[in-house]
C-alpha cells in the first residue's frame, strides 16, 4: 500500500472517530438538556425524603422542558400534582436550584396549623414530613390561594426549609422537572458511600 493510502486511510479513521464522539456528545447534551438531569442535594430542607449528599436524576421532559439559550418549552407530558418533588429554580434569581415537594397547585387553598397542613379545607397526612424541634409553637400559614400558573412548595424537614412560606409560590415557568431516583449518596460527614441509598425511587 502506498504512503499516499495510508496517509488517507489513517485521516478516514480519524474522521470516524470525531463524528461518533461529536454525535455522542450531541446526544449528550440534548438529553441532559431536554430528557435527564442529574441535581445534587445540598442541604437537609428534604429530609428524610432525601439526604444532604444525594445525586439524583430528575425527568425535565414531565412538566414540558425549555429549550436552551431561548424562551421557548416543548409541551407538557401532565401537570405537575400535590406531592410531586420537583426540582425549579427560586424565584428570587431565577438561577439557583431548589427542590421542594409540591403541596398545591393553582386554585387550590392551603392552610397549615402547627403540624397540621389542610388544602382546600381537608386535612392532609402527611407522613413524609419530619419536625425537628418537638412540640414548640409555630407561626400559622395561611389560608392561602395560590394563583393561576403557580404551585406552592413546602420542604419535608418543615422546620429547616426555606420555602413557599417565605417567598412565595412557585411559577411554573420556573420548574425544571420531577425527581426520579437516587443515583449515588455520600455521606460528608462519615466520609463514606451510602450504598443501600442508591438506586431508590424518589416518593
Same mark, same amino acid.
Given at each position: 500500500?502506498?504512503?499516499?493510502e ?6 478516514s479513521?480519524?474522521?470516524?472517530? &470525531? +463524528?461518533?464522539? =461529536?454525535?455522542?456528545?450531541i446526544?449528550?447534551? *440534548? ?7 442529574? @441535581?445534587?442535594?445540598p442541604?437537609e430542607s428534604?429530609e ?8 439524583l436524576f430528575?425527568n425535565?421532559?414531565l412538566y414540558g ?17 400535590a ?13 439557583t ?11 387550590q387553598? &392551603? +392552610?397549615?396549623? =402547627?403540624e397540621?397542613l389542610?388544602?382546600?379545607? *381537608?386535612e392532609k397526612?402527611e407522613?413524609?414530613?419530619? @419536625? ?8 400559622p ?7 393561576k ?6 420542604g419535608?424537614?418543615?422546620d ?8 412565595g ?7 425544571r422537572?420531577?425527581a426520579?431516583?437516587?443515583y ?11 450504598f ?8
Amino acid at each position: 500500500m502506498a504512503s499516499g493510502e495510508r496517509a488517507a486511510q489513517k485521516k478516514s479513521k480519524l474522521r470516524e472517530y &470525531v +463524528e461518533i464522539i =461529536g454525535t455522542a456528545v450531541i446526544l449528550a447534551l *440534548v438529553v441532559r438538556a431536554l430528557i435527564v438531569q442529574s @441535581y445534587h442535594i445540598p442541604s437537609e430542607s428534604m429530609e428524610d425524603t432525601l439526604l444532604k449528599g444525594d445525586f439524583l436524576f430528575a425527568n425535565k421532559f414531565l412538566y414540558g422542558a425549555k429549550m436552551p439559550f431561548v424562551d421557548f418549552y416543548f409541551p407538557a407530558v401532565r401537570d405537575p400534582k400535590a406531592g410531586d418533588i420537583v426540582i425549579f429554580k427560586w424565584p428570587g434569581d431565577g438561577k439557583t436550584d431548589y427542590i421542594k415537594r409540591c403541596i398545591a397547585v393553582e386554585g387550590q387553598t &392551603v +392552610e397549615l396549623r =402547627g403540624e397540621r397542613l389542610f388544602v382546600d379545607g *381537608v386535612e392532609k397526612k402527611e407522613e413524609y414530613v419530619k @419536625y425537628i424541634y418537638g412540640d414548640v409553637p409555630r407561626n400559622p400559614f395561611g389560608p392561602y390561594t395560590v394563583p393561576k400558573d403557580h404551585i406552592l412548595v413546602f420542604g419535608d424537614n418543615r422546620d429547616n426549609s426555606y420555602d413557599s412560606r417565605w417567598w412565595g409560590p412557585v411559577n411554573r415557568k420556573f420548574l425544571r422537572g420531577k425527581a426520579l431516583f437516587i443515583y449515588f449518596s455520600l455521606d460528608y460527614k462519615k466520609h463514606w458511600i451510602r450504598f443501600s441509598r442508591i438506586g431508590d425511587i424518589i416518593r
